[in-house]
């Protein structure tokens, strides 16, 4: 499996991580006021992580929060930890003070499955039961599904607007772990994840193929711990080995990045 390079990179480098969480914050207002006014709705996944969780925390006090009509906006995860509903290390636990803090409709609001609801601890089932949820998602505004143009399958999920994904220091997206089975799978846009190198290790995650179905995807790294991963999967042409080399956007795909961890990047690379 190659990266395709239909939407290479684009890279934007914020002086330290508070100042990129509050810049990003600000971009992703203007993009759903802009995907509401063009489409009545906007579609946004959400990651887990410190930087998603910082962008998260930035929404909730930006000072254009209330531009977006939040009772139209889906959200969905891109992966979660398979643990009990309210544990606290579930990601959308970690996104609850801003899920509190706007005006969203609960029933717009996708939660992936936890390990004590209906399907138990079955991962599979469960993370079978969010792309169902996808699924309808996709139906309803008649996207999704079929071949795309570089004659992949793409699975039946809707038009996220905005896909956000955090960066592991193994290049890790999502719960698509480099050499995992998971990274490599292609049929299904939803995928249970056992023995993930990152704890908890039982999580549910978007494919990468639904990854790509996105619109956008947002790639959100700060620190010095990033560089080398951001330096190998900007480098990288196999998402087998640097899963977040085959996150790109169908329209755009941009890499938010502090100064820290951009710092193994040429300065050519940058915007
Ligand atoms: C998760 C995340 C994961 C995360 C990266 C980066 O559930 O753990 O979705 O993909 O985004 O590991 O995490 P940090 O931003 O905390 O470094």
């Known amino acids: 499996m190659t990266t395709s390079e239909r939407t290479p990179p684009r890279i934007v480098v914020h002086p330290d991580k508070e100042r990129m969480a509050r810049a990003t914050a600000a971009s992703l207002i203007t993009t759903v006021v802009d995907a509401q006014a063009t489409r009545g709705h906007a579609s946004v996944v959400l990651t887990g992580g410190r930087n998603g969780n910082a962008l998260l925390a930035a929404l909730a006090e930006a000072p254009g929060r209330d531009t977006v009509d939040w009772s139209r906006v889906d959200l969905w995860w891109g992966d979660e930890r398979f643990l009990p509903d309210g544990d606290p290390d579930r990601n959308h636990t970690q996104a609850r003070a ?11 609001v996708h939660a992936m499955p936890a390990s004590d609801g209906p399907h138990g601890d079955d991962v599979t089932a469960a993370a079978e039961a969010y792309a169902a949820e996808l699924a309808t998602a996709a139906e309803a505004e008649g996207s999704g599904g079929g071949e795309n143009t570089e004659g992949t399958s793409v699975p039946r999920v809707p038009s996220f607007d905005v896909l956000l994904l955090g960066l592991g220091p193994d290049t890790h997206v999502a719960s698509l772990f480099p050499e995992h089975p998971a990274v490599a799978e292609t049929g299904r846009s939803v995928v249970g994840v056992r023995e993930a190198p990152k704890p908890p290790p039982t999580r549910i995650s978007l494919t990468l193929p639904a990854l790509r179905a996105a619109r956008e995807v947002w790639l959100l790294a700060a620190g010095e711990d990033k560089a080398e991963a951001a330096d190998s999967a900007l480098k990288g042409t196999d998402p087998l080995r640097t899963p977040a080399s085959g ?25």
């Open 247 to 271: 996150a790109r956007g169908r329209e755009r795909t941009l890499w938010i990045l502090d100064e820290a961890a951009a710092a193994l990047l040429p300065a050519s690379a940058r915007d």
């Open 98 to 108: 801003f899920l509190d803090a706007v005006p969203l409709d609960p029933a717009r």
